[in-house]
């Protein structure tokens, strides 16, 4: 069984400039949720969706935005994008109701904004 | 939803037994303690979760005392490649895949 898969796993961009994230749960799961981690916050909650809607949101800015398609797979955008949005983002899937709640993560993507 | 507390760093050698402890004291009736772990640039990975009393899997033992104000995570015989960090969840045992995480507990095994 594949496992989360996230896309790109590296990305240079400049301020100013948006960007898209691409994550593919692992098969079955409809849960999908997106994390911001950097050395001064730590993991932190962006949103999850499920079953193509948002459920859950954290706190962080109307720049970061994201959705779900039907197949279960989730983009997440950054506008505008600012220095301070240079992290690693991280995206996990579950299955609820599949009798675990362990949740299981991407490699990541690795944004460096300049 | 309970905070959590942890030692920010613990230092252990290889073969020894690891202990980590997490202070949960304001722990709801319907919450579970989860614990993950992380690698550098790589995503949590789930060692174990519990809800009371002792849980044990291949990996790890989970102990939770009957005030449930407290958890202990138990690494037996720790080798390099426990170097990670630690992380102690408690929430409801939902299945959702939104999670909040505490700072850790950065864990470095010598050799």
């Known amino acids: 069984k594949a496992g989360v898969t996230q896309t790109p796993r590296y990305l240079i961009k400049t301020r100013g400039q948006q960007v898209t994230l691409s994550c593919s749960p692992i098969s079955g799961h409809r849960s999908v949720s997106w994390y911001q981690q950097t050395p001064g916050q730590g993991l932190q909650f962006l949103f999850e969706y499920f079953s193509e809607t948002q459920r859950n949101k954290g706190n962080f800015p109307g720049r970061f935005s994201g959705r779900q398609f039907s197949n279960s797979r989730s983009e997440m955008n950054v506008s505008t994008l600012e220095l301070g949005d240079s992290a690693l983002y991280l995206c996990?899937?579950?299955?609820?109701?599949?009798?675990?709640?362990?949740?299981?993560f991407g490699q990541g993507t690795r944004l460096t904004v300049v | 939803l309970a905070k959590t507390t942890q030692p920010v760093s613990m230092d252990s050698y290889e073969g020894q037994e690891v202990n980590i402890t997490c202070s949960h004291n304001n722990i709801a009736t319907n919450d579970y303690i989860t614990w993950y772990q992380q690698f550098p640039s790589q995503g949590p990975r789930f060692i174990i979760q519990?809800?009371?009393t002792k849980v044990t899997n291949e990996v790890a033992s989970l102990f939770i005392p009957a005030d449930r104000k407290s958890s202990t995570l138990s690494l037996p015989r720790v080798s390099l490649s426990d170097t990670a960090v630690y992380y102690c969840l408690v929430g409801e045992d939902s299945g959702y895949s939104t999670l909040t995480f505490g700072k850790g507990t950065m864990l470095l095994v010598s050799p």
């Open positions: 996990a899937s579950s299955s609820p109701g599949a009798g675990t709640t362990e949740a299981f």
């Open positions: 519990g809800y009371k």
